[in-house]
Structures are given as structure tokens and as C-alpha cells.
């Protein structure tokens, strides 16, 4: 059974930083493109950051610079990295291991809120 657990959100004052990191089981997590997508109040699921098994990263562009993807192929974990946050960061994370179109899954997602 594959999971996929998102951990470290919560309430953080703008400019703040907060690290999520997703625990994944049941896959060979090596070999899988870990993504982290967020979802904010009335708006579609994007993609955030993704890192290859080979390690390359991808942002989208109102993140680059401030937020890091980074794996733990030992640990089977993927982490983000967040900096110097915005309320426009506001939004549910999720955690995605895709290895192809039949193996892709998904966390349960963790709140991230950005306010004063």
C-alpha cells in the first residue's frame, strides 16, 4: 500500500519560513519524480517545485528563489523548503511521487497559512 505523509505546516507571519517534508511508503521511492503541489480557497491544484530521481528541480516562477526542493533517497523523504513567504502561498500542500501515468499518487495534503 503506497502512502505518502505530509508533515510541518501551520500559521506563519509573512516573511516567515516553514520546511514540509512527505514520508513516502510502499514505492520504490528512488525511482520516482516527487512533486509538491499546493491548492488554494477557489483555485485549481499547481504545481510548485518537483525534483527527478535524478535530482533535477523545477519551480514555478513566483517560488524560485524562495522555496528548495530537496529528497532523502535513504529516508524516503522529500522536502520543501519555504522562505520568505506570502499570503499568496496560502494553500493546502500536497505531496505527489509519480512514476508513470498508472503510478502516481498523492498525500493528504497539509495546511499552510500565511497571515498576520
Known amino acids: 500500500q503506497v502512502q505518502l505523509v505530509e508533515a510541518g505546516g501551520g500559521l506563519v507571519q509573512p516573511g516567515g519560513s516553514l520546511s514540509l517534508s512527505c514520508a513516502a511508503s510502499?514505492?520504490?521511492?528512488?525511482?520516482?519524480?516527487m512533486s509538491w503541489y499546493r491548492q488554494a480557497p477557489g483555485k485549481e491544484r499547481e504545481l510548485v517545485a518537483s525534483i527527478t530521481a535524478g535530482a533535477n528541480t523545477n519551480y514555478q516562477d513566483s517560488v524560485k528563489g524562495r522555496f528548495s526542493i530537496s529528497r532523502d533517497n535513504d529516508k524516503n523523504t522529500v522536502y520543501l523548503e519555504m522562505n520568505k513567504l506570502k499570503s499568496e502561498d496560502t494553500g493546502v500542500y500536497y505531496c505527489n511521487a509519480r512514476f508513470a501515468p498508472s503510478e502516481n499518487y498523492w498525500g493528504q495534503g497539509t495546511q499552510v497559512t500565511v497571515s498576520s
Open positions: 510502499g514505492i520504490i521511492f528512488g525511482a520516482y519524480v
